[in-house]
């Protein structure tokens, strides 16, 4: 499949990517804001590549989308897609400095070996109530209705639990017929209902002082720092793309620190 895109806000519509009726949803919940391009290097809104051999090609393409609006830094979305049981979308939202808001944070991976899914509104500043407190009182509620509907995910690495909350929804779920129900029934209204939240606290945020602010930087930048080096998706976009490639599209679209 050829596909041209000319900028971040390029529409994407990508042939049996699972995930697309999620990021259609996300288009449409954004449709109250005024969106504007982000900018991404044109290297980085398309690639595409074969793998396999002649007889089994496979082709695996990676899309990127992008956007800034007021409050918002940057939201991005990596999309990938590839033959087989390849389909991945990984949503995150950056917030500007100037408000007291969290990361948004979606992670939905379908692998031969199964789908892992993961939703969160990601504290920038964990041990501070005035960061937490209010976002928590609302979204755990939230977490607890469709984390009952699944099961857990499992442990994650201690590492990275001060970038998590405690309404981080988070499970794994086999390749059969009965997860793509689960998928449309429990992760789609799932996370409209987180991207919801998320953006009425955005709509209702209002400026910090410049030293909470100055806080709030340093947050945002020890998180980066951590997703860019230890970024799981680094093994399989460097099989596909070349090391090159991949160390640039990590530091400089997927966690790029200004």
């Not at 009726?21 to 996300?26: A, L």
């Not at 989308?65 to 049981?85: D, E, L, P």
């Not at 789908?115 to 407190?133: G, I, Y």
């Not at 947050?219 to 490639?245: C, H, I, V």
Request: some cysteine; proline content about 7%.
């Amino acid at each position: 499949m050829k596909l041209s895109r000319l900028n971040s806000l390029s529409p994407l519509n990508l042939k049996e990517w699972l995930w697309q009726p999620i990021f259609n949803d996300m288009l449409e919940l954004l449709s109250i804001f005024k969106l504007q391009n982000y900018p991404i290097p044109v290297e980085f809104l398309y690639k595409r590549v074969v793998t396999g051999n002649a007889k089994k090609p496979i082709e695996i393409t990676t899309s990127t989308w992008a956007s800034k609006f007021t409050k918002v830094k940057q939201i991005r979305a990596a999309c990938i897609q590839g033959s087989g049981s390849l389909s991945v979308l990984n949503l995150v939202i950056i917030p500007s400095i100037d408000y007291n808001l969290p990361f948004f944070g979606a992670d939905f991976v379908t692998l031969p070996n199964g789908h892992l899914l993961a939703l969160d509104l990601q504290p920038v500043l964990k041990s501070d109530r005035f960061h937490t407190e209010d976002v928590w009182q609302k979204l755990l509620p939230i977490h607890n209705r469709w984390q009952s509907l699944l099961p857990d995910g499992g442990d994650i690495p201690t590492e990275a639990k001060p970038y998590f909350s405690p309404g981080f929804l988070w499970t794994r779920l086999p390749l059969e017929k009965n997860s793509n129900l689960t998928i449309q029934e429990v992760i789609r209204p799932a996370f409209r209902e987180y991207l919801s939240l998320y953006l009425e606290l955005v709509s209702n945020a209002e400026r910090v002082s410049k030293d909470f602010s100055l806080k709030l930087q340093a947050g945002q930048k020890s998180y980066l720092n951590y997703r860019s080096f230890k970024d799981p998706a680094r093994g399989m976009l460097t099989r596909f793309y070349g090391k090159e490639w991949t160390e640039d599209y990590i530091h400089k679209v997927l966690f790029k620190i200004d």
